[in-house]
């Protein structure tokens, strides 16, 4: 909670130095801070229905727990991707020079192999 609140904080402050006005500096401090709240929702869902209240050490619990991160990471992708149109993430994965996902970054964008040996 308090890095949401610092982070939205910081945020209004950095928007307020950039002449945003009240509307457009809110609306970017919630498409920030969303996909945290987000994810925080999603992982008390995924641990009270999937993994319950005891954990042991299990073959059966480890392989639950591995639905649970599987669970996780596919509902947040669900509900946080509206929020990360239009900030520059394609660009960050084409720039960033990881063998397999700036390649597929460069794909999905159209754009031709890295020329770089």
Excluded: W
Aim: charged share 15%.
């Amino acid at each position: 909670l308090a890095y949401l609140i610092s982070g939205g904080v910081l945020l209004a402050l950095a928007g307020a130095g950039m002449g945003l006005d009240a509307k457009r500096m809110s609306t970017q401090v919630v498409r920030c801070l969303a996909p945290t709240a987000i994810a925080a929702l999603v992982l008390a869902g995924v641990a009270e229905f999937i993994l319950g209240k005891h954990l042991t050490a299990d073959l059966g619990e480890v392989l639950r727990l591995g639905l649970a991160c599987i669970a996780f990471v596919g509902a947040y992708l669900v509900f946080s991707l509206p929020f990360t149109r239009g900030i520059g993430f394609r660009t960050l994965a084409i720039e960033s020079n990881l063998p397999v996902i700036s390649a597929l970054a460069r794909r999905s964008a159209g754009r031709p192999e890295d020329p770089r040996p």
